[in-house]
């Protein structure tokens, strides 16, 4: 197999490793890069408006490493007397390594959805949440939380940034390449790929396999007209190469 990864770094030079160790090959073509969000000086005051019990969702672990290191950086740690939810148990487990706190996740999968599911999320009459998030997104998990009594707000912890591509160059690049498989870890980078793709090269593009993390975002790029799409159990690496190797994915 020959696998485009599109994912930014650094779990996108992760996966190439881990696809090249299996025998396959992997290209790096990050869509998206990461940099500090422009709400993350504000993350500590945010905190210290949230009473006992109320909660926090870390909503990847770019968000956790993000809002780690504000709170590092300013000789803050994090509260033991908040309730912490994180989206899937990669970003739990990353948020209990760096900082030593209880955090709840839902085992069936790495989404909003799964996530609402959890018993603890159900009543939040007279609760406030904070999100740390990237720029934009997670609207149906806050929107849901609001509708179950929460009192949301949000904190930009990192910025997703777009990577610009000559059109053409990427198109015959990866034409000639010949890549049988193509890893898209969102929606967004779902969008910015569909904008990258020839009219001409459309159905070449459309017939490769394509990766993705969610039936939502699975379902997307099925009506962008892609035909052989496949939805990993997260979007962890080891997840993502399990996919990859599995001989009955279903696509």
Request: net charge negative.
């Amino acid at each position: 197999m020959r696998v485009l990864v599109t994912r930014p770094e650094p779990s996108g030079s992760a996966l190439i490793t881990a696809i090249n160790a299996t025998g396959g090959q992997a290209y790096p073509a990050p869509l998206i890069t990461i940099e500090a969000g422009a709400q993350l000086n504000t993350l500590c005051s945010r905190l210290d408006g949230l009473s006992e019990n109320d909660l926090v969702f870390l909503l990847s672990k770019n968000a956790v490493w993000y809002a780690n290191l504000a709170l590092e950086q300013t000789g803050r740690d994090w509260s033991d007397k908040l309730s912490y939810y994180g989206i899937g148990q990669s970003t739990g487990h990353y948020f209990q390594q760096l900082t030593g706190q209880t955090i709840r996740w839902a085992e069936a999968g790495e989404t909003s959805e799964v996530l609402l599911t959890h018993p603890g999320l159900q009543n939040l009459v007279g609760k406030r949440a904070l999100l740390l998030r990237g720029n934009g997104g997670r609207e149906l998990l806050a929107s849901t939380l609001r509708t179950r009594g929460a009192d949301v707000d949000y904190c930009e912890c990192y910025a997703r940034r777009p990577v610009h591509y000559d059109k053409t160059e990427f198109n015959q690049t990866w034409f000639n390449t010949d890549i049988t498989d193509i890893v898209v870890t969102s929606g967004e980078m779902l969008t910015l790929l569909n904008d990258l793709i020839a009219e001409n090269l459309q159905q070449w593009w459309y017939s490769r396999r394509l990766l993705v993390v969610s039936e939502r975002i699975a379902e997307k790029a099925r009506q962008s007209g892609w035909r052989r799409v496949c939805v990993a159990t997260s979007a962890d690496n080891h997840a993502l190469l399990e996919a990859l190797i599995s001989t009955d994915m279903g696509c």
